[in-house]
């Protein structure tokens, strides 16, 4: 069945740089979307952007232009998503998300807590 | 940016009751419209697509309708695996954009 599963849940100093990862499995890498959202405690879903994992071109919201990068290995089917210049607010949990081109996320990944803290 | 307005933000109900969230998108996005549940510490799931499609292994109780900029998820009979978290996601344009999420809690 398709699989997304990501990585350990992290914590940060103000500043500083996280990578997520998000593997998948199951199906035609390069046939999907995927893309990242993330959830701060107890508040609603933020799209970040997509990368299309066949010839890597991405789409990012404006609000994460210049400090998200979201890269692709073919090779382990994995999907990467850095966010630079981390600050308390970029507290959440990320989740990767599969879609076709009609952007229906499904499946998603069971998320990524990353804490932002001095 | 398309806006999406959910309502209620939150609704109690009983078991056995028929529930009605609304969402609302501020420019009208014909169909593209996808309604998720998310229960705690879990990712969200998707349970309608292109605004009435039942997402395979989604139960019949779950229905979605409207089209342009007016929407509605309804659970015919609310049972006690549906006491969760819905949102609503525009697909018509980038960036998508989600609603503010409507929690059901038992009454």
């Known amino acids: 069945q398709v699989q997304l599963v990501q990585s350990g849940a992290e914590v940060k100093k103000p500043g500083a740089s996280v990578k997520v990862s998000c593997k998948t499995s199951?199906?035609?890498?390069?046939?999907?979307?995927i893309h990242w959202v993330r959830q701060a405690p107890g508040q609603g879903l933020e799209w970040m952007g997509r990368?299309?994992?066949?010839?890597?071109?991405?789409s990012y919201a404006q609000k994460f232009q210049g400090r998200v990068t979201m890269t692709r290995d073919t090779s382990t089917s994995t999907v990467y998503m850095e966010l630079s210049s981390l600050r308390s607010e970029d507290t959440a949990v990320y989740y990767c998300?599969?879609?076709?081109?009609?952007?229906?996320?499904?499946?998603w990944g069971q998320g990524t807590l990353v804490t932002v803290s001095s | 940016d398309i806006q999406m307005t959910q309502s209620p933000s939150s609704v109690s109900a009983s078991i056995g009751d028929r529930v009605t969230i609304t969402c609302r998108a501020s420019?009208?996005?014909?169909?593209?419209l996808a309604w998720y549940q998310q229960k705690p510490g879990k990712a969200p799931e998707l349970l309608i697509y292109?605004?009435?499609g039942l997402q395979s292994g989604v139960p019949s109780r779950f229905s979605g309708s409207g089209s342009g900029t007016d929407f509605t998820l309804t659970i015919s009979s609310l049972q006690p695996e549906d006491f969760a978290t819905y949102f609503c996601?525009?697909?018509?344009?980038?960036?998508?954009?989600f609603g503010g999420g409507t929690k059901v809690e038992i009454k």
């Open positions: 998300a599969r879609t076709a081109v009609t952007n229906w996320f499904d499946p």
């Open positions: 199951g199906y035609t890498f390069t046939s999907y979307y």
């Open positions: 990368i299309n994992p066949s010839g890597s071109s991405t």
């Open positions: 420019q009208g996005i014909g169909s593209w």
């Open positions: 292109a605004a009435s």
């Open positions: 996601q525009q697909a018509n344009s980038f960036p998508l954009t």
